[in-house]
Each structure stands twice: as C-alpha cells, then as structure tokens.
C-alpha cells in the first residue's frame, strides 16, 4: 500500500501528514483493516493491533514499513502461542509497543480459566514470538502465578532496551509493577501490595499501576485504597534491584519523588490536592513526564520532572490557550501523551467538544491536526489520545475519525506526521516600545516580526539557572553581528529580544533569526547611541502609556494622575549606561547614567525627574522614569515625551491627568 500525502490547514505549515492506512482497506491476508487502535511508531516502522470486522475473524498484530508500504502480520488467532495453550484467542489487553526493533504485545491463548493473558515478544519485521510472561508464571516473590495483567490501554506494560516493565496481579489478587527480559528471563518484583509503601501509616499505597521505562529508569503509581482524587497517590521511581525487588542493603528500590501533597506549578497553592493522573506516566531518558490535576479548583496539565526528584514543570494546563481551541476542558484534555528525544504528544479538548494533537518541544507547542482539519479532502471529526509509543523522534502516528459526506469516503485513517521544514524570515525589526522602526541601540528591547521564527503559540522566557534570561529558548535563537541575544518570547510571528551591549555604535549591524537549526535573512541595522521608547498600555506604540501612578495603580482615564504628584514611566532605548549593564540580567534599583542630557515633557511642558534608572525585576534594557505631573496643565490626554540628548520616543504616547 503507498503512502499517501494529504494535507490540513492548521497544520500544514509544521508539519507534512501521510495516510499510513485508509479506513477499511484491504488486508494481505483477505480481511479488512478495520479500528486500528492507539498505532505506536520508532524510525518508519508503525506497529497496531486490528480488531477486524468481527474479533473472531481478524483479530491480529501488524507492523507496516512507511517507506515501502508492506505490511507484516505478526500474530493472528492462527497463531500459536508460545509457552501456552493452542492459538490466541485475542489481543485485547492493551496496544502493541515497538522499540529497538522489538514489538511487545498482549494475547489471549485457548485456556479455558478465567485468565488466560500473557505478555509476548516478537521481531518487527516478524519471526519466531517469544513469551515473556503469562498466567501460568509464577510471582517471582511467591505470590503464586499471574492472574490479570492491566487491561489499561495504553499504560499496563512498557519497553526498552529489551526489558520489559508490566502491570500484574498475583494468586492472591494482589497488584504490582515487575520488570522482565523480552525473553522473560530476570523476573524481578519493583512493588507489590503485599508490600506496601507506608506500612505502618493509615493509608498504605498498596496498588500500583501504569509502570514506565527508558534505560535504566522506571517509574510507576502507586495510591491507598481510597479514591486518589482525595487520597493519597504518588509517583515512585525505581533503582537497579534483584529478583526480590530490593537493594542489596533490604530496602525497596523505589523512591517517592511525587505525591498528592506536592502542588503543581500554576495551579493553587494552598487547598488543593494533587491527583496524577493514569495512564500518563512517560520516562525519556532521565526525564518524567505525567498529567496530573488539582481534584479542588479542576486545574490540570502535562508536567515534567527529574526521575530522580526535584523542580517540576509545567508544559501545558488547562488555562493555557492552543492555536484552534476554544477554552480547554480540564477534564477531557491530556488524557495522555507519549514522550520522546524531548519531544511530547498530547490531545487536548475544548469546551465545545473539537480537539486537537499537538507536539511540546523546546517550550514551543505546534498543533498537528484536529477537528475540522482536512485530512485526505475530509474534515477530521476527532483525534485519538496518543499511546506510550505514538511518538519516536520527530515522528507521530495517530488515528482520526473522519466526517463521511460522500460515496467511497472512509470513516477514519491512520496517519503518520513529519516535521517540515519551515523557512525562517524576517520582514521587520522595530522598538519593542514604540514599534519604530530604524537604527537600533546597545541594551535596547526590539521586537522581530516574520514567520517560521519559532513555536505557533507564543512563548514568554524565564530566567534561567544563572539568574538571566536566556539566549536560546522553544528552539529559538536571534543573533546580532554573531551575538547571541537575550529572548524575553518567541513565537513563529514575533519574537522580542534584548540588543547585545557589546554592538558598535556608528557601524551597521546585522540581525539574524535561527529557529529549529534554519536561519533567517540578515536584517541590516544602523547602529546608534541611543533609541528612545515608551511602553503603550496595549503594546502598540500609540495612545494610553504603560504608566503607574503615585499609589502604584495603572494611570488612564478611569485614574488619571494629578498636579504635583508622581507618574512611573517605562521604557527602553537608553543604550550604554554607567555603571554599565549586563546582558539579559534582571534589574536591581539604582539610578545610572547614560552620559547625555535626560528630559521629559508632559503636553510640551518640562517634569521634574526623580528617578532615571533601570526598571527593577525587568530584564536590563527596560528602564524607569520617575517624575513629577508639572502644574498647570489641562484634564485629558496628555502628550508625553523622553528625550535622550537630540532623540525622542514616539509622539503619539499619552498619559491621563486631571
């Protein structure tokens, strides 16, 4: 089968999407490709489970080569079952998983018990199938043989460098996390509920779900026997252990680095109780990621954090806006997501019920598709929640239902997205105040408009470990004459960043926007002492003044300023200071000076100045102007100026007075 490429409006311009599979296609062995749920991709390999028209004819596991098109079968219910009894009989019990190769997947054999699951192995280009576990094996601490495995789809079992981590229930019915060779060989218990974390509290964590791995790092959930969404619950991960799952030393090899206790990041800090959220947990590397959501006030995002322990942060929440959603649903979104090389997939949903994938990476969040994207000249009704596997590199695999409105149209597909490259340009370069444009200054704040300069949806920077702001940010980096310059945001639109200070004055610089490793076209810039600007209330340059007055409170017409009292203005443009400032430093208080004469007028009219300095808390670039309202000038909106030596701000600045 080739593989088709179609296109989607909001999408297309990150992204190429390819038909892996139409609705109801034909199958190689004469069935028919039908609900091929929760796909899991690594490089050009697409591994799913298709239930078939009926489950007792075409149910089987497959493996598709996107660069060829050819398909694999590599289990059906004419297979036998290693190690277990006939042939399947299903596979239910969650999608299949590919990685370095291998397809883990879960069966059902000819057993007539009540559970007949297992856990097996098999090359994605097909062969032989090798068991891992099933419910003849035996609990490697003694709890008797397997009786359940995790029907959570995804979520019950994951894979990586040929281990295996699963979800399980022993005889006596009670759960744990093991971890196996795809071989099924070291079967070693990681918790179980016959022993328990916290044995000696009055809410023993005594069921775990939803186990992880990447390397050597596993992580998996654990909660008490009450409700998590006002019981204890927590994320715990795991060290190398033995067979009995603990360390040489007797104690557990899990350690608990996340609990109901912990509050999230933008969400509330006191009442709440923090509920993570299953099947979400993904381990990249060295790196956590989890729903999780506040069980009082509703908050709820995708989260990241050390596998070790340590800061947690936020990727998205449920307050956050995303290019083609309306206000999100807190409890419909981030169902799940799938993580990897950095990247992270996730589904959110509005209020009105469309939703969309997107893709976190580098801070930046770009959407795929969604509800009403056309995808092969059909309007996509619904996307599904990523699986564990959705994701590898910069690769997506997903399903979408589609809306049918004529003859030969398929109800659904599985799709395949690529990153495209984006070209990089810059159109203009202009104050970030004022939004003049022209010859720039050292320290300046100036804003960049273009496209293809970073993430869809614009990102603001934080200060990084050094206590700056950082020069690389959401894959996104602006140099001038080679500099790197501190970013206070980005987005593919717009991006604002702080002028070296290191620039020559009376040269011509040169500025450049680097995104996702494509760089723009220069920007030639004449280089000058100083580029004087004002802060607008709404950020364009013109009317209202980012002002406060004496009290603190916002200037404008509702609260205008009086004679004789004090107006804060801000601004930026002042170019090189004594004592000198810092590239992408926060700003302390304490006045400077720029070796100029520094004026300021009201409706043309001399203010005494009181404060010229950086604006404290403010990236260094943005400075402060304390003056006092001169007498005598009329109600209304009022003119304000700032003259550096002979340059000026924009004219057409006002500030309200009575």
């Not at 060989?185 to 964590?205: E, K, Q, T, Y």
Request: aromatic share 8%; with cysteine; net charge negative.
């Amino acid at each position: 089968m080739a593989i088709a490429a179609c296109s989607a409006p909001l999408a297309a311009q990150d992204f190429r999407i390819d038909t892996a599979i139409r609705g109801n296609g034909p199958r190689p062995d004469g069935g028919f490709f039908f609900r091929y749920l929760t796909p899991a991709i690594e490089g050009t390999t697409v591994v799913f489970r298709s239930k078939g028209i009926r489950n007792a004819i075409n149910d089987s596991v497959w493996s598709l080569r996107l660069e060829t098109g050819l398909f694999t079968q590599l289990a059906s219910l004419d297979t036998a079952v290693p190690g277990g009894t006939g042939r399947f009989t299903s596979f239910e019990s969650g999608p299949p998983l590919i990685r370095d190769g291998t397809v883990l997947f879960a069966g059902h054999d000819a057993s007539t018990g009540v559970f007949t699951g297992g856990l097996y192995a098999v090359p994605a280009t097909g062969g032989p199938i090798r068991k891992v576990v099933d419910h003849t094996t035996a609990d490697p601490t003694g709890g008797g043989a397997f009786t359940a495995f995790s029907q959570a789809a995804p979520g019950g079992f994951s894979l990586s460098a040929g281990r295996v981590v699963f979800e399980a229930s022993n005889a006596a019915n009670q759960p744990g996390i093991y971890g196996a060779g795809t071989d099924g060989s070291d079967l070693v218990r990681l918790a179980d509920g016959i022993h328990p974390v916290h044995p000696g509290s009055a809410f023993p964590v005594v069921f775990f779900a939803n186990p992880a791995i990447s390397g050597d790092n596993v992580a998996f959930w654990g909660r008490g026997t009450t409700d998590p969404g006002s019981g204890f619950n927590a994320i715990y991960t795991t060290r190398p252990a033995g067979p009995s799952g603990l360390l040489p030393d007797g104690s557990p090899a899990y350690q608990e680095i996340l609990t109901s206790d912990t509050p999230l990041p933008g969400g509330p800090t006191t009442k709440f109780h923090t509920r993570i959220d299953v099947p979400s947990l993904q381990v990249d590397g060295a790196t956590l990621y989890f729903k999780a959501s506040d069980s009082v006030s509703g908050y709820s995002g995708i989260f990241s954090m050390p596998v070790g322990g340590g800061t947690i942060r936020k990727l998205v929440a449920s307050d956050d806006s995303l290019p083609g959603l309306k206000k999100l649903d807190p409890g419909g979104s981030f169902a799940g997501c799938s993580a990897a090389s950095g990247s992270v997939a996730f589904r959110a949903v509005d209020q009105d019920g469309q939703d969309a994938l997107f893709i976190w990476a580098n801070g930046g969040i770009r959407r795929v598709a969604g509800s009403g994207d056309m995808l092969n000249g059909q309007a996509v009704r619904s996307v599904e929640t990523p699986g564990s596997a959705s994701l590898s590199g910069d690769r997506l695999v997903f399903y979408a239902a589609l809306i049918v409105t004529g003859p030969g149209q398929s109800d659904e597909g599985m799709f395949v997205a690529v990153p495209v490259t984006r070209p990089v340009v810059v159109n203009t370069v202009s104050n970030a105040a004022s939004y003049a444009g022209g010859p720039i200054a050292p320290g300046e704040l100036v804003a960049a408009f273009g496209d293809g300069m970073g993430p869809d949806l614009l990102a603001a920077t934080t200060v990084d470990s050094s206590g700056r702001f950082p020069s690389s940010f959401a894959g996104t980096r602006i140099f001038v004459n080679g500099t790197p310059a501190p970013l206070i945001y980005a987005s593919a639109t717009h991006c604002g960043a702080v002028v070296p200070y290191s620039i020559g004055i009376g040269s011509t610089a040169t500025l450049t926007v680097e995104h996702q490793g494509m760089t723009s076209n220069p920007v030639p810039l004449p280089v000058v002492a100083v580029a004087p600007g004002l802060f607008a209330m709404d950020s364009s340059g013109a009317g209202q003044g980012a002002i406060l007055n004496q009290d603190g409170s916002l200037n404008g017409p509702e609260n205008p300023a009086a004679s004789g009292e004090v107006m804060v203005l801000f601004g930026t443009g002042a170019g090189l200071v004594n004592p000198p400032a810092v590239d992408g430093q926060v700003s302390a208080p304490g006045a400077f000076d720029p070796g100029i004469p520094v004026a300021v007028t009201l409706g043309g009219v001399a203010a005494k100045i009181l404060y010229f300095g950086p604006a404290p808390g403010l990236v260094s670039g943005a400075f402060q102007l304390n003056i006092t309202v001169p007498p005598g000038l009329p109600a209304g909106n009022t003119p304000v100026v700032v003259s550096l030596g002979a340059s000026q701000s924009q004219p057409r600045l006002t500030a309200a007075l009575r």
